[in-house]
Nanobody
């Protein structure tokens, strides 16, 4: 089990950049995958992107492809979501999560961090 804490959210303008962080309480095993999700007011939670911890392979939702980038710092046990050219529709609470590679569901979740993009 991995305990996760997100940070870095805030108020930004459309077109700006923001980097979110997700710190793990202990070293993440290579069998884990890390995911980023978001939930906007009145909408269901949606997938943003994911990364295999072991090799850094990433996968992104089409809505953020080319704008968002997931990276990791193995020494710091931290995964990042770099958000570039943000849009008002990116406004949401962002969550990081962890799951075992090969499993369909994420079973460890952070508390979330609010991102608000003004037009």
């Amino acid at each position: 089990q991995v305990h996760l804490v997100e940070s870095g959210g805030g108020l930004v303008h459309a077109g700006d950049s923001l980097r979110l962080s997700c710190a793990a309480s202990r070293r993440t095993f290579s069998r884990h995958a890390m995911g980023w999700f978001r939930q906007a007011p009145g909408k269901e939670r949606e997938f943003v992107g994911s990364m295999r911890w072991a090799n850094g392979d990433t996968y992104y939702a089409s809505s953020v492809e080319g704008r968002f980038t997931i990276s990791r710092d193995r020494t710091m046990n931290t995964v990042y979501l770099q958000m570039n050219n943000v849009k008002p529709e990116d406004t949401a609470i962002y969550y990081c999560a962890a799951k075992a590679v090969g499993e369909s569901n994420y079973n460890c979740w952070g508390q979330g961090t609010q991102v608000t993009v003004s037009s």
